[in-house]
């Protein structure tokens, strides 16, 4: 059973701060890792995609991924009050399901709150 | 980026009707659709993978005859859901993958079809 797991908050941040949110995934197998983000009533918004070990940056995102510790992580830099959403970690492994497709596992997302 | 669309965005129905969600590609083909249901403050649960032209594949748990899948063009799939009930009621939402990136596998989602079944 392949497991994705987050911590589910929520996690609470100042106006201004770094939020870090962490995501460990069970199969070595996994190439590749999504950072989605949804709010309250909406369906889910992709925010990041990361294939290969080491930082990628977009803007005020920074997704990490170390493969050998199974772990993806998304930093948010100068958070700001409409960040506030529950972060979803997505993985997919390289190995076909039986549809013949590459079937994504998502966590069950960290709840984050930037307060003024 | 790539768009998908759902239609409706929110249906109410009485118990026993069936509905029927349309899941669009509006600016690439999709070699893959998935629909995923979520209960409040529950996180996503994918219910079937559907591939264009062949059958979809069902998670465990997921009755093939209550929510069929059609899957008939690059650009489209529905979800039917027959009979419903009131425990049917919850956020319905597709996803695709982009075909013309076969070398990732980056998932867009629709934005979901709320249905109440009364």
């Known amino acids: 059973q392949k497991e994705v797991e987050q911590n589910s908050g929520p996690l609470s941040v100042p106006e201004g701060a770094i939020a870090s949110l962490n995501c460990t995934y069970s199969?070595?197998?996994?190439?590749?890792f999504f950072w989605y983000r949804q709010y309250s009533g909406k369906s889910p918004e992709l925010i990041m995609s990361?294939?290969?070990?080491g930082d990628k940056e977009d803007g005020r995102f920074t997704a990490q991924l170390n493969k050998a510790s199974q772990y993806v992580s998304l930093l948010i830099r100068d958070s700001q009050p409409s960040d506030s959403a529950t972060y979803l970690c997505?993985?997919?492994?390289?190995?076909?399901?039986?549809?013949?497709?590459?079937?994504?596992?998502f966590g069950r997302g960290t709840s984050l709150i930037v307060h003024p | 980026g790539a768009v998908v669309s759902q239609h409706p965005s929110w249906v109410i129905c009485k118990s026993g009707t069936s509905v029927k969600i349309e899941c669009r590609s509006l600016?690439?083909?999709?070699?893959?659709m998935f629909w995923y249901r979520q209960f409040p403050k529950q996180s996503l649960m994918l219910m079937a993978t559907?591939?264009?032209?062949?059958?979809?594949?069902?998670e465990q748990g997921v009755e093939k005859d209550k929510f069929l899948i059609n899957h008939a063009s690059l650009t489209l799939s529905t979800l039917t859901v027959t009979s419903a009930h009131p425990e049917d009621s919850s956020f319905y939402i597709c996803?695709?993958?982009?075909?013309?990136?076969?070398?990732?596998?980056?998932?867009?989602f629709g934005p979901g079809t709320r249905l109440t079944v009364l």
């Open positions: 996803s695709a993958r982009d075909r013309g990136h076969a070398s990732t596998d980056t998932q867009y």
């Open positions: 199969d070595r197998g996994s190439q590749s």
């Open positions: 990361i294939y290969s070990n």
């Open positions: 997505a993985v997919t492994s390289s190995v076909l399901a039986s549809g013949g497709s590459y079937i994504p596992t």
């Open positions: 600016d690439f083909q999709a070699t893959t």
């Open positions: 559907s591939n264009e032209g062949s059958k979809a594949t069902y």
